[in-house]
């Protein structure tokens, strides 16, 4: 059984930075493809970021492109979304989420797909 856990999360400026992590135990993350998601009081949870088994391909919602990083250290079963030039629009719970897959490339998937889910860790953006 896959276990993941967030942590990272805080209470930011406007214009500043946030490292979250994904550390996952009971299975070894190199045979899942991993997604960060996100959901905002009274809003729907939305997609952010997804990176594939080995790390090399990555994708972004049109949000968050060119300030979200997503990286992954399989080493240290760990998977990481840099968040800079936050908004206050970025303000929500951040879940990370795993699903197994033979398939190396990165394959957009629903939410739904999604097997593992850690309990979330809360990012605000607020002056």
């Known amino acids: 059984q896959l276990q993941l856990v967030e942590s990272g999360g805080g209470l930011v400026q406007p214009g500043g930075s946030l490292r979250l992590s994904c550390a996952a135990s009971g299975l070894t993350l190199d045979n899942y493809q991993i997604g960060w998601f996100r959901q905002a009081p009274g809003k729907e949870r939305e997609g952010v970021s997804w990176?594939?088994?080995?790390?090399?391909?990555?994708n972004y919602a049109d949000s968050v492109k060119g300030r979200f990083t997503i990286s992954r250290d399989n080493a240290k079963n760990t998977v990481y979304l840099q968040m800079n030039s936050l908004k206050p629009e970025d303000t929500a719970v951040y879940y990370c989420a795993a699903v197994n897959t033979p398939i190396r490339a990165l394959i957009q998937r629903e939410p739904a797909d999604y097997t593992y889910w850690g309990q979330g860790t809360q990012v605000t953006v607020s002056s």
């Open positions: 990176i594939s088994r080995s790390g090399s391909g990555t």
